[in-house]
């Protein structure tokens, strides 16, 4: 079993529609909780972070975390053309190394 | 703050040749960095995690002889891949660890070096 599962995609959703991301991981350890966005031909760039459960919200970006199900979400609303990337959850615990997911390809359409 | 660079950001070479990648941390210096490689439509694959000053420490399945990776100081890693063929031909991404990131530890990314071996 993987340490964190993600549904590969793609998902294309027309401009202005609310996006729904998620994640499953398997090891209850885990603390800390991130969204990378990766554009085409590009490193991944740190979107979003949480500490255990709960919610956080960034503009038109929200994380949630629930630990009892081991669930990872991004909400992104009113995507737009620019939001079009490769969504990639990550996890770790404490100061150990990253596990991703497989990432998540979007396409908003305008 | 927290950017890491790489160079080139593409290469070409012809197969046999060795071929070196840098990677720098540019505000900040990183004990640990992270070698990844990464092919068409799939996620990151862990190469190896470098630690500044001691040898590198290789996931399950990376020759270590074929990827050389030197970290001698805490701005600068290098991947040597040696005697590069085709299927070496990848995306190559590193990561630097930031004491000062948010949350503290995390990692930020390079922008990638994309390798192709003819």
């Known amino acids: 079993q993987k340490e964190v599962e993600q549904d590969p995609g793609p998902l294309s959703v027309p401009e202005g529609a609310i996006v729904s991301l998620n994640c499953t991981y398997s090891?209850?350890?885990?603390?800390?909780f991130m969204w990378y966005r990766q554009y085409s031909r590009k490193g991944p760039e740190l979107l979003m972070y949480?500490?255990?459960?709960g919610n956080k919200e960034d503009g038109r970006f929200t994380a949630q975390v629930d630990k009892s199900s081991k669930y990872i979400s991004l909400f992104i609303r009113d995507s737009q053309p620019s939001d079009s990337a490769t969504y990639l959850c990550?996890?770790?615990?404490?100061?150990?190394?990253?596990?991703f997911g497989t990432g998540t390809r979007l396409t908003v359409i305008p | 703050g927290a950017v890491v660079s790489q160079h080139p950001s593409w290469v070409i070479c012809k197969s046999g040749t060795s071929v070196k990648i840098e990677c720098r941390s540019l505000?900040?210096?990183?004990?640990?960095m992270f070698w990844y490689r990464q092919f068409p439509k799939q996620s990151l694959m862990l190469m190896a995690t470098?630690?500044?000053?001691?040898?590198?420490?290789?996931e399950q399945g990376v020759e270590k002889d074929k990827f050389l990776i030197n970290h001698a100081s805490l701005t600068l890693s290098t991947l040597t891949v040696t005697s590069a063929h085709p299927e070496d031909s990848s995306f190559y991404i590193c990561?630097?660890?930031?004491?000062?990131?948010?949350?503290?530890?995390?990692?930020?990314f390079g922008p990638g070096t994309r390798l192709l071996v003819l």
């Open positions: 990561s630097a660890r930031s004491p000062f990131g948010r949350p503290k530890e995390t990692q930020y």
């Open positions: 090891n209850s350890a885990f603390q800390y």
């Open positions: 949480t500490y255990s459960s």
């Open positions: 990550a996890t770790k615990t404490g100061a150990n190394n990253l596990f």
């Open positions: 505000d900040f210096q990183a004990t640990t």
């Open positions: 470098s630690n500044e000053g001691s040898k590198a420490t290789y």
